[in-house]
């Protein structure tokens, strides 16, 4: 056995008795307003692509009741004064606390999103000065989410695990040391929202003339399958605001350029007659007269609002947003007074900053972290409008961006027990997590399973380790760890695996798509390789000789059709034979060269092709391949307005404009450019100027606080200002020659430019 598998069963105890922990929910039952036999919503995950249409019948068949927006609400008197109160709550799909008519936290799309056949997340809030002596009144608006798609516009997907359920549990302790608990019960009343129509996919409606007058005594629910987990990351939230920037089109329509692209939705105040209504469409791009235009993210997605017509009334969507810059505003445009947009994305802090003379580098970090912040919601998603979904491969591949910019900890353990939960019973991973719907048809075999994906369960607790310096995920996610390597094992053929997506939207002169510069086989076996090097699996040896004798030309010193990706996998994985590295990256160089210096890599091959470089000594280079505003290359989406990264090197191309798949460079700029390497506890401080880059500063997360690099090349002088917080130690290496140890504190340090 492995040392890893060792710590494994010791570490096993643990998970079982955590496992086997109650929760705080005592005697609270699941309520709602329909059962789930009543609501007659489809089973199964199934339901995508053309098998949409041919069921359209029978999604029509589920009770309205089923995906109807309630309120639920209990009244309860307090003959004490109260010392402390908390309160526990999974409302799903999604919920609004209030209490006495005080919202309850400020999050958005609460409870985080999981596998609600295996995970239940559940929030914890301090209520203490919520709370009254006398009558008090908790107040839940529910709505779908994940957990209730059962479209009606655009829908990328049907799924559901039931209609909108409450599980609630209120500890008050009083002054006098008592305790009491109120939970929800049968006793419990629920009530008709204005919210008439609520989907993550396709929008919401709200109707200010409804008021919850009508209430009913609820119906206790069969409980979800998951189990209950309290939520690990931290909150999506209303993060920042946009005014209106242009306004593009006034006349039946009012059309306004908000200025920034970002995930999140509209907020309004209107003031009008009792019926009159709006409507606001969002949208990343326009059609030529200028309306908004969703052809390619997902349509029709919309926002109603009808007035009560009692004064001047604010409204957003709380239960649906989508990714957008424009908005456009019809019915009754009179009544509007003002909008905004509310960019809503995951409360996990900044733990960074950077800045360089290059002011197209400048731009690209900007665009860059607009992107991640945008799919930085319940999970990281590909794209905040026609998916939503977790795509597993961009969270690592894009890891040290990630972690060298925001506080990671919580959102890849959270991460990781979504990756677990969606691990099928043979060991085989999806490429999303959750897993909401498996896809079917004949197209949809490479979309289920390929180890670039689904290889995300090993390459994040590996990830975590690297640079918090904390094995606890490897020790805790072991079996399903090993489960998936050993999956891959039975796919194999002679140790070469041949499945999955490849180097996904590689460059060429064509639409992005599938990989055309690479095979496919070398890309899913060379990370087959990796997982089980990663792993310590004897048969990486087997893996890397069959990589070798499969796709190697000794002769050339070329790896299948020597595409950048193919050269570079190699020599980042250590698959070249030894003797050679120099020989492979000459013709990667080469084939580079070949094609204006320019790249050719696409999703999975860009950050080996940027290591590579690194690695190799061509810093240089890559710089020119970067530093210019043709396509491929991010000054070309900067140059074309874009706000946010692009799914496409080239946006002209379509589909998404707020991706962050493509966001490798970033992996780079603080641990390379700026010189600010974590690896736990320790840090390297080993800067690179390159190009015509002249200064570079910005700043990290430490083991014990921030550390900060300043540096300058001023004449023939490289000079460099360095603040290392208490505690921590850190490695110097100058970049033209020299080391040394820091200890916490201000260090200034210079030195001439050896000149060559």
Same mark, same amino acid.
């Not at 796919?491 to 002169?509: A, K």
């Given at each position: 056995?492995?040392?890893?598998?060792?710590?494994?069963?010791?570490?096993?105890?643990?998970?079982?008795?955590?496992?086997?922990?109650?929760?705080?929910?005592?005697? *609270?039952?699941?309520?709602?307003?329909?059962?789930?036999?009543?609501?007659?919503?489809?089973?199964?995950?199934?339901?995508?692509?053309?098998?949409?249409?041919?069921?359209?019948?029978?999604?029509?068949?589920?009770?309205?009741?089923?995906?109807?927006?309630?309120?639920?609400? /209990?009244?309860?008197?307090?003959?004490?004064?109260? =010392?402390?109160?908390?309160?526990?709550?999974?409302?799903?799909?999604?919920?609004?606390?209030?209490?006495?008519?005080?919202?309850?936290?400020?999050?958005?799309?609460?409870? =985080?999103?999981?596998?609600?056949?295996?995970?239940?997340?559940?929030?914890?809030?301090?209520?203490?000065?919520?709370?009254?002596?006398?009558?008090?009144?908790?107040?839940?608006? @529910?709505?779908?989410?994940?957990?209730?798609?059962?479209?009606?516009?655009?829908?990328?997907?049907?799924?559901?695990?039931?209609?909108?359920?409450?599980?609630?549990?209120? &500890?008050?302790?009083?002054?006098?040391?008592?305790?009491?608990?109120?939970?929800?019960? *049968?006793?419990?009343?629920?009530?008709?929202?204005?919210?008439?129509?609520?989907?993550?996919?396709?929008?919401?409606?709200?109707?200010? $003339?409804?008021?919850?007058?009508?209430?009913?005594?609820?119906?206790?629910?069969?409980?979800?399958?998951?189990?209950?987990?309290?939520?690990?990351?931290?909150?999506?939230?209303?993060?920042?605001?946009?005014?209106?920037?242009?306004?593009?089109?006034?006349?039946?329509? @009012?059309?306004?350029?908000?200025?920034?692209?970002?995930?999140?939705?509209?907020?309004?105040?209107?003031?009008?007659?009792?019926?009159?209504?709006?409507?606001?469409?969002?949208?990343?791009?326009?059609?030529?007269?200028?309306?908004?235009?969703?052809?390619?993210?997902?349509?029709? !997605?919309?926002?109603?609002?009808?007035?009560?017509?009692?004064?001047?009334?604010?409204?957003?969507?709380?239960?649906?947003?989508?990714?957008?810059?424009?908005?456009?505003?019809?019915?009754?445009?009179?009544?509007?007074?003002?909008?905004?947009?509310?960019?809503?994305?995951?409360?996990?802090?900044?733990?960074?900053?950077?800045?360089?003379?290059?002011?197209?580098?400048?731009?690209? &970090? $900007?665009?860059?972290?607009?992107?991640?912040?945008?799919?930085?919601?319940?999970?990281?998603?590909?794209?905040?409008?026609?998916?939503?979904?977790?795509?597993?491969?961009? #969270?690592?591949?894009?890891?040290? *961006?990630?972690?060298?910019?925001?506080?990671?900890?919580?959102?890849?353990?959270?991460?990781?027990?979504?990756?677990?939960?969606?691990?099928?019973?043979?060991?085989?991973?999806?490429?999303?997590?959750?897993?909401?719907?498996?896809?079917?048809?004949?197209?949809?075999?490479?979309? @289920?399973?390929?180890?670039?994906?689904?290889?995300?369960?090993?390459?994040?607790?590996?990830?975590?380790?690297?640079?918090?310096?904390?094995?606890?995920?490897?020790?805790?996610?072991?079996?399903?760890?090993?489960?998936?390597?050993?999956?891959?094992?039975?796919?194999?053929?002679?140790?070469?695996?041949?499945?999955?997506?490849?180097?996904?939207?590689?460059?060429?002169?064509?639409?992005?798509?599938?990989?055309?510069?690479?095979?496919?086989?070398?890309?899913?076996? =060379?990370?087959?390789?990796?997982?089980?090097?990663? %792993?310590?699996?004897?048969?990486?040896?087997?893996?890397?000789?069959?990589?070798?004798?499969?796709?190697?030309?000794?002769?050339? &010193?070329?790896?299948?059709?020597?595409?950048?990706?193919?050269?570079?996998? =190699?020599?980042?994985?250590?698959?070249?034979?030894?003797?050679?590295?120099?020989?492979?990256?000459?013709?990667?160089?080469?084939?580079?060269?070949?094609?204006?210096?320019?790249?050719?890599?696409?999703?999975?091959?860009?950050?080996?092709?940027?290591?590579?470089?690194? #690695?190799?000594?061509?810093?240089?280079?890559?710089?020119?391949?970067?530093? !210019? #505003?043709?396509?491929?290359?991010?000054?070309?989406?900067?140059?074309?307005? %874009?706000?946010?990264?692009?799914?496409?090197?080239?946006?002209?191309?379509?589909?998404?404009?707020? !991706?962050?798949? %493509? *966001?490798?460079?970033?992996?780079?700029?603080?641990?390379?450019?700026?010189?600010?390497?974590? /690896?736990?506890? #320790?840090?390297?401080?080993?800067?690179?100027?390159?190009?015509?880059? !002249?200064?570079?500063?910005?700043?990290?997360?430490?083991?014990?606080?921030?550390?900060?690099?300043?540096?300058?090349?001023?004449?023939?002088?490289?000079?460099?200002?360095?603040?290392?917080?208490?505690?921590?130690?850190?490695?110097?290496?100058?970049?033209?020659?020299?080391?040394?140890?820091?200890?916490?504190?201000?260090?200034?340090?210079?030195?001439?430019?050896?000149?060559?």
């Amino acid at each position: 056995m492995t040392k890893r598998g060792i710590l494994f069963l010791l570490f096993a105890i643990t998970l079982r008795v955590a496992a086997q922990s109650p929760t705080c929910f005592g005697e *609270a039952q699941w309520i709602g307003a329909i059962t789930r036999q009543q609501a007659n919503i489809p089973e199964g995950r199934h339901y995508t692509g053309g098998i949409l249409k041919q069921t359209r019948a029978l999604w029509n068949a589920a009770d309205t009741l089923s995906r109807r927006s309630i309120y639920i609400a /209990r009244n309860f008197q307090l003959k004490k004064r109260v =010392a402390h109160a908390t309160v526990q709550i999974a409302g799903l799909g999604c919920y609004k606390l209030s209490i006495n008519r005080r919202t309850v936290g400020d999050a958005e799309f609460s409870p =985080a999103w999981s596998d609600y056949d295996k995970t239940v997340f559940y929030n914890t809030y301090e209520v203490d000065t919520c709370l009254q002596r006398g009558m008090n009144t908790v107040h839940v608006l @529910l709505g779908n989410g994940f957990y209730n798609e059962q479209g009606g516009r655009y829908h990328k997907l049907k799924v559901s695990f039931g209609p909108p359920t409450l599980l609630l549990a209120l &500890h008050i302790t009083y002054h006098d040391g008592s305790k009491e608990t109120i939970v929800s019960d *049968a006793a419990w009343q629920w009530s008709l929202s204005p919210i008439t129509f609520n989907s993550l996919y396709g929008g919401e409606d709200y109707d200010a $003339r409804i008021s919850s007058t009508a209430w009913h005594p609820v119906v206790v629910q069969q409980a979800p399958k998951g189990i209950l987990r309290p939520q690990l990351a931290y909150p999506v939230k209303v993060m920042e605001h946009y005014e209106v920037a242009q306004t593009l089109r006034r006349d039946s329509i @009012l059309v306004f350029d908000m200025g920034q692209n970002l995930a999140g939705f509209p907020e309004i105040t209107v003031k009008g007659k009792r019926g009159q209504h709006i409507k606001i469409t969002p949208a990343e791009t326009l059609t030529d007269d200028l309306r908004c235009n969703q052809k390619q993210t997902g349509r029709p !997605h919309y926002y109603t609002y009808t007035l009560s017509g009692k004064g001047t009334e604010t409204w957003h969507p709380v239960f649906s947003y989508y990714g957008f810059r424009y908005l456009q505003v019809e019915g009754d445009i009179e009544t509007l007074r003002h909008i905004r947009s509310c960019f809503v994305y995951n409360a996990a802090p900044r733990t960074s900053s950077f800045e360089c003379s290059n002011p197209r580098i400048n731009a690209t &970090h $900007r665009i860059i972290d607009r992107a991640i912040r945008s799919n930085w919601q319940a999970v990281w998603t590909d794209c905040p409008h026609r998916e939503k979904l977790g795509w597993l491969e961009q #969270d690592w591949l894009n890891g040290e *961006a990630l972690l060298y910019n925001y506080d990671c900890r919580t959102m890849i353990q959270q991460t990781m027990q979504n990756m677990a939960d969606a691990q099928h019973p043979n060991g085989a991973m999806p490429e999303t997590a959750p897993e909401y719907t498996v896809f079917t048809g004949d197209w949809a075999k490479p979309f @289920l399973e390929s180890p670039e994906w689904g290889g995300a369960l090993i390459a994040l607790p590996f990830l975590y380790q690297q640079y918090y310096g904390d094995d606890s995920l490897i020790r805790q996610y072991y079996k399903p760890m090993k489960r998936y390597v050993d999956y891959l094992a039975s796919q194999d053929s002679c140790y070469i695996l041949r499945m999955g997506l490849g180097d996904w939207y590689d460059y060429g002169p064509w639409r992005a798509g599938f990989a055309r510069n690479t095979p496919m086989p070398l890309v899913s076996t =060379a990370h087959y390789y990796w997982w089980n090097h990663l %792993m310590e699996e004897a048969r990486a040896d087997s893996i890397r000789e069959a990589f070798n004798r499969e796709f190697y030309n000794p002769q050339t &010193h070329r790896y299948a059709s020597g595409s950048q990706c193919a050269q570079a996998i =190699a020599l980042c994985m250590n698959l070249v034979p030894d003797g050679d590295r120099q020989a492979v990256l000459d013709q990667l160089v080469a084939d580079i060269h070949q094609h204006g210096d320019r790249l050719t890599t696409g999703d999975i091959g860009n950050r080996y092709l940027f290591k590579a470089l690194i #690695d190799g000594g061509q810093r240089e280079l890559l710089y020119r391949m970067l530093n !210019h #505003d043709e396509v491929p290359g991010y000054g070309y989406q900067i140059k074309q307005g %874009m706000t946010t990264l692009t799914e496409q090197w080239n946006p002209k191309h379509g589909a998404s404009m707020n !991706h962050f798949m %493509m *966001a490798h460079i970033e992996n780079f700029l603080i641990p390379d450019l700026l010189g600010i390497q974590r /690896r736990g506890n #320790d840090l390297l401080i080993a800067p690179h100027p390159v190009g015509d880059i !002249h200064w570079c500063k910005g700043s990290t997360a430490s083991a014990h606080g921030t550390v900060s690099v300043d540096w300058r090349i001023e004449g023939h002088t490289f000079y460099i200002d360095i603040m290392i917080p208490q505690g921590d130690h850190a490695t110097l290496q100058l970049p033209y020659g020299g080391s040394e140890q820091l200890e916490g504190g201000s260090h200034h340090r210079s030195q001439q430019i050896l000149q060559h």
